[in-house]
């Protein structure tokens, strides 16, 4: 991705900003979809795991001298003596690998100098579907 970009998105100087998904040109991320266990006999049962390229950060932050995006990752779980773990990870990737970033509003528009577009009037139905 252009580093002018980001530096519109995210600003000249580096400052956090927050939430927001980085789009890379990888497999970069491993999400599980389950839990893991040990069953009986004291077999490990492991949850599977899907790679995809979405990196979800709570927090971010370009560095543009380095051409370089930071992202923190944080994960919150719980003990069994009721007390709040929090870890929180360090995702450092060059800008020549982000293909894109994903925000969770519209927001960002105003500083890449865009206005927000209108809504539609009316809602536009396609023909055949069912309304009410």
Same mark, same amino acid.
């Given at each position: 991705?252009?580093?002018?970009?980001?530096?519109?998105?995210?600003?000249?100087t580096p400052t956090w900003h927050?939430?927001?998904?980085?789009?890379?040109?990888?497999?970069?991320?491993?999400?599980?979809?389950?839990t893991d266990a040990i069953v &009986?006999?004291? #077999?490990?049962?492991?949850a599977p795991r899907i790679t995809?390229?979405?990196?979800? /950060?709570? @927090? $971010?932050?370009? =560095?543009?001298?380095?051409?370089?995006?930071?992202?923190?990752?944080?994960?919150?779980?719980?003990?069994?003596?009721?007390?709040?773990?929090?870890?929180?990870?360090?995702?450092?990737?060059?800008? &020549?690998?982000? #293909?894109?970033?994903?925000?969770?509003?519209?927001?960002?528009?105003?500083?890449? /100098?865009? @206005? $927000?577009?209108? =809504?539609?009037?009316?809602?536009?139905?396609?023909?055949?579907?069912?309304?009410?």
């Amino acid at each position: 991705m252009d580093s002018g970009l980001l530096k519109k998105l995210f600003g000249a100087t580096p400052t956090w900003h927050g939430s927001c998904v980085v789009l890379v040109d990888g497999a970069a991320s491993v999400k599980t979809t389950g839990t893991d266990a040990i069953v &009986a006999g004291g #077999v490990k049962s492991f949850a599977p795991r899907i790679t995809s390229g979405r990196v979800q /950060g709570e @927090a $971010v932050c370009f =560095l543009p001298e380095h051409n370089t995006l930071l992202v923190v990752q944080r994960s919150h779980s719980k003990q069994s003596t009721g007390e709040d773990l929090w870890q929180q990870t360090l995702i450092v990737l060059d800008s &020549a690998h982000v #293909v894109g970033v994903e925000f969770e509003t519209i927001d960002r528009l105003t500083s890449l /100098g865009l @206005a $927000v577009p209108p =809504l539609p009037d009316k809602p536009r139905y396609a023909a055949g579907t069912l309304v009410g």
